[in-house]
Each structure stands twice: as structure tokens, then as C-alpha cells.
């Protein structure tokens, strides 16, 4: 998340440099910063997974052309598990502290943020090979569903990775 972190922190206006010189200021803005990096984040996250939830419905479309209506109802249950997911890390709220909140995030935590952070990218490979997966896997009936079980487990995994990363920031550990 640092090069988020530094997008956010490099177009930083002149108006709130200026206010950076103020003391105790600039630790506000540094804040302000890693929400708005957080928030772009969580939005890249949610955008390469609604990539993966769009394939795993075109995949649901194609068994049905397919005649494969057995395993449409696991497809939409990855589907939903994914969609899950990205409502979830969509609507969640601004991350991070607050200048007098009560939870501070302290480097340590931050540094397990950006590891949940860092996770959240390979499940999103993860997925998308599970789905490539999936769709080698359309002709063989044997190996399909255990296919789609995969992806379901992974987008579960990404659900409950996002609890574990909003207890961090909320102090809820």
C-alpha cells in the first residue's frame, strides 16, 4: 500500500502543505493521506475482483449454453461469495484513525495492514486462476466440481481476510 500512500501523499495541495508547517498538523494530514490511500486501495482491490466476479458469472452463462445445469447453483454460490467480498471492501468505512479517536493505528499494525493488504492481491490472482480453472475444467465433469469449490473457498478466504485487516484498524484484535 506505500505506493498508494505516495500517490496520495505527492498531490498533496498547496493549501494543506501549508498547513503541514502548523505543529501537530502535519501528523493530521499524514492521516488524512493514508485514508485517502486506503480508500484507493480498497477500491483497486474491489475492481480487480469484480473483474473475476464478472468471469465467474459469463462462466455460469456458459455451463447453462452448455447444458451443465447441475453446477450453475456452486457457480452462483462462488459468485455470491465473491460478491460478498466486494461489497464488503467497497462500503467499508474510511480507514485509519482519527486525529482524537480513540484507536490509534501504530507501525506495527500499520505493517500488518499493508500485509493484509498484500493478500488481498494474490487471492485476487489466486481467483482468477481458479477460474481459468473452472473453464478448463467445463468438459470434464469429474474435475468441475471440485474446481468450483476452489473458488468459493478462496473468495471466503478474502472475506474473512478483510474481518482480520478491520479488526487491526478498528483495535478489535
Same mark, same amino acid.
Given at each position: 500500500?506505500? =505506493? *498508494?500512500? #505516495?500517490?496520495?501523499?505527492?498531490?498533496?495541495?498547496? *493549501?494543506? $502543505?501549508?498547513?503541514?508547517?502548523?505543529?501537530?498538523?502535519?501528523?493530521?494530514?499524514?492521516?488524512?493521506?493514508?485514508? =485517502?490511500? =486506503?480508500?484507493?486501495?480498497?477500491?483497486?482491490?474491489?475492481?480487480? *475482483?469484480?473483474?473475476?466476479?464478472?468471469?465467474?458469472?459469463?462462466?455460469?452463462?456458459?455451463?447453462?449454453?452448455?447444458?451443465?445445469?447441475?453446477?450453475? =447453483?456452486?457457480?452462483?454460490?462462488?459468485?455470491?461469495?465473491?460478491?460478498?467480498?466486494?461489497? $464488503?471492501?467497497?462500503?467499508?468505512?474510511?480507514?485509519?484513525?482519527?486525529? *482524537?479517536?480513540?484507536? $490509534?493505528?501504530?507501525?506495527?499494525?500499520?505493517?500488518?495492514?499493508?500485509?493484509?493488504?498484500?493478500?488481498?492481491?494474490?487471492?485476487? #490472482?489466486?481467483?482468477?486462476?481458479?477460474?481459468?480453472?473452472?473453464?478448463?475444467?467445463?468438459?470434464?465433469?469429474?474435475?468441475?466440481?471440485?474446481?468450483?469449490?476452489?473458488?468459493?473457498?478462496?473468495?471466503?478466504?478474502?472475506?474473512?481476510?478483510?474481518?482480520?485487516?478491520?479488526?487491526?484498524?478498528?483495535?478489535?484484535?
Amino acid at each position: 500500500m506505500s =505506493d *498508494f500512500f #505516495e500517490k496520495v501523499s505527492s498531490q498533496v495541495d498547496p *493549501f494543506k $502543505k501549508l498547513l503541514s508547517y502548523i505543529p501537530g498538523f502535519s501528523g493530521y494530514v499524514e492521516r488524512q493521506n493514508r485514508r =485517502d490511500a =486506503d480508500k484507493l486501495l480498497r477500491e483497486t482491490v474491489a475492481r480487480r *475482483f469484480e473483474e473475476q466476479w464478472s468471469r465467474a458469472s459469463n462462466l455460469q452463462a456458459d455451463m447453462v449454453s452448455q447444458s451443465l445445469y447441475s453446477h450453475v =447453483d456452486d457457480m452462483e454460490k462462488a459468485a455470491l461469495a465473491l460478491r460478498t467480498f466486494i461489497d $464488503k471492501i467497497s462500503k467499508a468505512a474510511r480507514g485509519y484513525s482519527g486525529m *482524537f479517536d480513540a484507536v $490509534k493505528i501504530n507501525e506495527k499494525e500499520l505493517e500488518s495492514i499493508y500485509q493484509f493488504d498484500a493478500a488481498f492481491f494474490d487471492l485476487a #490472482e489466486q481467483i482468477k486462476s481458479a477460474l481459468d480453472n473452472v473453464e478448463a475444467s467445463l468438459g470434464d465433469e469429474a474435475a468441475l466440481p471440485a474446481a468450483i469449490r476452489n473458488i468459493t473457498t478462496l473468495a471466503r478466504l478474502a472475506v474473512e481476510t478483510f474481518d482480520r485487516r478491520s479488526e487491526v484498524v478498528t483495535g478489535n484484535q
